[in-house]
């Protein structure tokens, strides 16, 4: 993978620059769409305030629609449907080379990486009373998998082949999901979020539940079959009842835009996200990763223009290949 130089000039100062001018705004849309996920993940949060932040600080009309997940809000952006999304870098990759389940042939040449959110690790919630305790577990099981089109009903079936594991897959929103759990209409739910993930915090302090992730050697194998994850430790205290820490996998979450998107506007989002950390992780505590530093774990998709001219003036290098029309 390809190694960013970073060379801070100096510690940034949280606060936000003077006022774009008109002029520079004038070819700004009056209002804008960010693809987020269901309710009850934490892209829909983190999508939602960033909205609220962009509508607040920049005065673009700025909403968060509930989609599907990456998987399709990396075709709603392609198509230029929505302005900007939130995506996990693996359906990003897929989606660039012309392989999205969605769209499968269509390379999204128009996708353009704006910043850097936060890692999202991959867990199972399931009832104390049903025994299941691990991914083993899973097999001949009722599970759903997140909603279609998302990052885990894209990645828990890989998951469930690299390890030999044929549990019964459905789809539906994270609320639903364990909605369902809890009246026994499915077994578990396998969900990928920013963790805490707000609908397995919710379940865990109403019910007796078993949250976990994947033992040494089902997280080995599933790493050296799809090279674009990394290992996760997922921190313990997050849920009710749980204070240790559990091992899983990941994939890193990026916002991107349509290579349409004015420069100028790209350019305030992402120095407004940036500069605007502790306002970000009020947002979601995800967003302790949301910093510069962490451009680096895009090593396919072109920042666009507007991202490129920010990070180059806080003194971050970007490759040639990774800077965007």
Do not use: C
Request: charged share 15%.
């Amino acid at each position: 993978m390809k190694k960013f130089v970073i060379a801070m000039a100096g510690a940034m100062a949280l606060t936000f620059a003077a006022p774009v001018s008109a002029q520079d705004k004038a070819d700004w849309p009056g209002s804008m769409t960010i693809g987020t996920a269901s309710q009850g993940g934490t892209y829909f949060i983190y999508g939602t305030g960033l909205a609220g932040l962009i509508t607040e600080k920049l005065g673009v009309n700025t909403s968060a629609e509930v989609t599907g997940g990456p998987v399709q809000n990396a075709t709603l952006i392609e198509t230029g449907d929505h302005l900007m999304g939130l995506v996990t870098m693996g359906p990003a990759y897929e989606a660039w080379t012309g392989n999205s389940e969605l769209a499968p042939g269509v390379e999204h040449k128009s996708l353009r990486a704006l910043f850097p959110m936060y890692q999202t690790p991959f867990q199972v919630v399931a009832l104390k009373s049903s025994g299941i305790t691990s991914v083993a577990d899973l097999d001949g099981k009722r599970v759903s998998v997140g909603p279609a089109g998302g990052t885990a009903a894209t990645y828990w079936p890989r998951y469930f082949e690299s390890v030999g594991v044929k549990p019964e897959i459905s789809f539906s929103g994270a609320n639903d999901a364990t909605s369902q759990v809890k009246d026994g209409l499915i077994d578990a739910f396998a969900f990928a979020a920013g963790v805490p993930i707000s609908a397995f915090a919710q379940i865990a302090a109403e019910n007796d539940v078993n949250i976990f992730g994947f033992n040494a050697d089902e997280q080995t194998k599933i790493l050296e079959a799809m090279p674009e994850l990394a290992a996760f430790e997922v921190p313990g205290g997050l849920y009710e009842g749980f204070p240790d820490p559990q091992s899983t996998v990941s994939l890193w979450n990026f916002a991107v835009a349509n290579a349409e998107m004015p420069e100028s506007l790209a350019y305030e989002i992402t120095k407004l996200v940036m500069e605007s950390n502790d306002r970000m992780m009020q947002i979601h505590a995800t967003a302790a990763e949301t910093i510069p530093a962490n451009i680096e774990k895009n090593s396919f998709l072109p920042f666009h223009p507007g991202s490129v001219r920010y990070f180059e003036e806080k003194g971050i290098t970007i490759p040639d290949a990774l800077k965007g029309q």
